[in-house]
């Protein structure tokens, strides 16, 4: 067995179907008297509910949160924290949410307690993301780390069945990346495994019956875990062309990683076997991994192309050369005219091959 360093950065997780009503004990537990609860805008009334349950406690809510992290955004929260002497935040919501209560965490240091309501997983990794001037930046700090993650399959059952499914294949992509991650080890190998499994079984199920409650719960695990392993590795190919997409031309998240995620893993198949075994495995569909996760996301009726979600043909060329332009760890090395044509293939939705 190869020599590896496994480091858990430390979470409380608190799991099963109607968690939720844990929120206040939770809060004392991290000392707080004062939480800002943040959501999108379309989930408002989810912020006041939580508002609501927290009673004194809670300082005021801040229902502005959007794709991606605009800095402005960011700025504007940070300033409400301070101005409401908020001493933690409440994230309700998916990546966007928790992608903003890291914002103001990276700021402050303020504690979040994150209640997931999608399959995003951010909630589980110290990455953070911000996005200026069209950019997309990324970064790791054990601040923005949640403290606290509350995770009620009860609050999923209201996610409509498209963005379920997006959301849990773009947990699968954090996990298929861990799997040839140049700093993974046989720990985080096993999450990844079993994440993927989980959500190979529940996506299916709530295409059945979104209110699955098992099912439900099932996708919250696999998240979980994939969201893990995503928190303990370092980032390949898949997460910069999605980052450089989704921050560069204001791309749906999870749709982004569900087009992408087959065109990545072909790209590094041939220099990443084991990983791949390991992904078909876990699909329950031996054989090409990459074919196997496009076939499931078609099945599963969601999008596959990068056209369909809005990506103009122009910018391309743009994210082609982004995506070389600064090195990182990667199975395969970076080639620009093998990445076009990447790209091109996810933006046509055309087969997963490698060049």
């Known amino acids: 067995m190869k020599p590896f360093v496994y480091n858990v950065p430390a979470s409380r997780v608190v799991f099963g179907a109607g968690a939720l009503q844990s929120l206040g004990r939770e809060i004392e537990l991290l000392g707080a008297q004062r939480a800002l609860v943040l959501s999108t805008p379309e989930q408002a009334p989810q912020a006041r509910r939580i508002a609501e ?122 996990a298929a990346e861990g799997l040839y991650a140049h700093d993974g080890n046989p720990i ?56 450089t997409l989704g921050g560069s031309f204001n791309l749906p998240h999870a749709e982004t990683h569900t087009v992408v995620l087959p065109h990545a893993l072909a790209y590094n198949a041939a220099a990443a076997p084991e990983a791949m075994a390991r992904i078909a495995r876990a699909l329950g569909a031996p054989g090409d991994a990459a074919l196997a996760v496009q076939q499931l996301s078609r099945r599963l009726g969601a999008p596959h192309s990068l056209a369909a979600i809005g990506m103009p043909a122009e910018g391309l060329d743009r994210v082609a050369d982004l995506a070389v332009a600064t090195p990182y760890p990667n199975p395969r090395p970076l080639e620009r005219s093998a990445l076009r044509a990447l790209l091109q293939r996810a933006f046509d939705g055309a087969e997963p091959i490698a060049d």
């Open 53 to 174: 349950m927290l009673g004194p406690k809670a300082a005021g809510i801040f229902p502005q949160a959007v794709m991606h992290v605009p800095i402005e955004t960011a700025r504007e929260a940070r300033e409400e924290a301070r101005r409401l002497g908020a001493d933690c935040a409440v994230a309700i919501g998916g990546g966007s949410t928790t992608g903003l209560g890291k914002a103001i965490a990276l700021d402050s240091g303020l504690p979040i307690l994150a209640i997931p309501t999608t399959y995003a997983g951010s909630e589980m990794t110290p990455i953070y993301g911000l996005t200026e001037g069209g950019v997309k930046k990324t970064g790791r700090d054990l601040r923005v780390l949640p403290k606290t993650v509350i995770y009620d399959p009860e609050l999923t059952v209201s996610l409509p069945l498209a963005l379920s499914v997006a959301s849990g294949l773009n947990a699968i992509a954090h």
């Open 188 to 243: 985080t190998a096993l999450m990844a495994e079993d994440g993927i499994r989980a959500l190979a079984r529940a996506l299916p199920a709530l295409q059945q019956d979104a209110a699955d409650i098992e099912a439900r719960g099932d996708a919250l695990y696999g998240a979980w875990l994939c969201g893990a392993v995503l928190g303990q590795v370092a980032m390949g190919l898949h997460h910069k062309l999605c980052h």
